[in-house]
Every structure is written in structure tokens, then in C-alpha cells.
């Protein structure tokens, strides 16, 4: 069955930076475009970036320049490495992949705050 297990969230000082990773099973892993989302307190589950395929990748215009989704195939695991974090980018964040029906992990939480 696919699990999706993401982890490296914690407190961050404003300006930090942190590295969430998601480790996928389950599934091939090389086939699939992977998601990271983010839902604050009250707010949506927003698409925060993407990685279609090893060279293609999307990011909302929030994170873009500050964040960047990479994948390792070779170990089935999603990155979102994060600079500059904000306490706007507070959230728990979430790993996704589509097959068949979509999939999520249980969420790590990013906290920015001085």
C-alpha cells in the first residue's frame, strides 16, 4: 500500500531554514510527480511546489526563490528545502501523490517564530 512518511519539521527562528524530507512507499516512486502542500491554522491546504519529474519542477509564488523541491529516486524520498522562512510559511506541511485516488502523508509541522 502506499505510505507517504514526511519528517524535518520543527521551531525555526524568521530567516532560518529547514529541510522536510518525504519517504514513499509503495509505489514507483521515479513515475510519479510528487506534491508538497501546506494548511495553516484555519486556512486551505495550498500547493506550496512540485517536483513533475527529476528536472521539472513548480512552486508557488509565495515560496519561489526561497524553497526548493528536489527528489532522490534512488532512495524514494521527496525534499522541500526551505531559506529565508517566514512566520507566514507556518503550517503543517504535507507530502502528496496521485494513483488512482490521491494520498497523503501524516503532515510535519513547520513553526517560524522568533
Known amino acids: 500500500q502506499v505510505q507517504l512518511v514526511e519528517s524535518g519539521g520543527g521551531l525555526v527562528q524568521p530567516g532560518g531554514s529547514l529541510r522536510l524530507s518525504c519517504e514513499a512507499s509503495?509505489?514507483?516512486?521515479?513515475?510519479?510527480?510528487m506534491y508538497w502542500y501546506r494548511q495553516a491554522p484555519g486556512k486551505q491546504r495550498d500547493l506550496v511546489a512540485s517536483?513533475?519529474?527529476?528536472?521539472?519542477?513548480y512552486y508557488a509564488n509565495s515560496v519561489k526563490g526561497r524553497f526548493t523541491v528536489s527528489r532522490d529516486n534512488a532512495k524514494n524520498t521527496l525534499y522541500l528545502q526551505m531559506n529565508s522562512l517566514k512566520p507566514e510559511d507556518t503550517a503543517v506541511y504535507y507530502c502528496?501523490?496521485?494513483?488512482?485516488?490521491?494520498?497523503w502523508g501524516q503532515g510535519t509541522q513547520v513553526t517560524v517564530s522568533s
Open positions: 502528496y501523490v496521485f494513483r488512482g485516488i490521491g494520498y
Open positions: 517536483s513533475i519529474s527529476s528536472s521539472s519542477t
Open positions: 509503495g509505489f514507483t516512486f521515479s513515475s510519479y510527480p
